[in-house]
């Protein structure tokens, strides 16, 4: 089984704090819906960590990282205990903000499918992330050993704040995953955001 957790947390102080999931695309659609919608088809669970939006999104459960901008590791712990407890589960990881990562997790997910659901069937592997084409791990565009994260997540400290991803799953075994050209681009800033054909929603301060 697998399981999603989209980050759409942040402050967004590159995007002059327009709210990154809520950037449009050139067809009107926002960030988070696409990311939501690139994960349906493989995840039977899908929890965004971020503010909900007005009217939510069918299917899909909400958290917020305690406290609010706390950082992404902490986000994924918050999705983590959203998500219903299935101990040999796998979970995606996805950022929000790849307007083009579709292709990117549709290669996670076959990978996984050509192992049986196991990644090659191997206990010591943690999961599989992507690699861009500059030889960049993408820790928030990977596929997860449920058990793994969750004891990876444990190490966190109460009251802490600011932990990267990379150190949260530093200590893991990752086989590594090249992605399509471009699949995991992220938008940062104002120029990413207008070279991606997307334009600005609403601000961050206006959904705490």
Known sequence: MIQAIILAGGRATRLDGYDKADLRGPDGVTLLRSTVDALRTDAKEIVVVGPKVRGGIRGVKWARED?????????????????????????????CDMPYVEMAIWGLVLRWCESGGGIWRDPGSDGLVSVDEEFHEQWLCAL??????????????????GESVRWLVGDLVLKTLPTPPGSTEDIDTMADMRSAGYTTGRAVANQE
């Open 144 to 161: 997860y050993r449920r058990s793994a994260l969750v004891a990876a997540c444990a190490q966190l400290e109460p009251g802490g704040s």
């Open 67 to 95: 406290p609010p901008f706390s950082g992404p590791a902490r986000a994924i712990a918050a999705g983590l205990a959203a998500l219903d407890d299935v101990e040999d589960a796998w979970v995606l990881v996805v950022a």
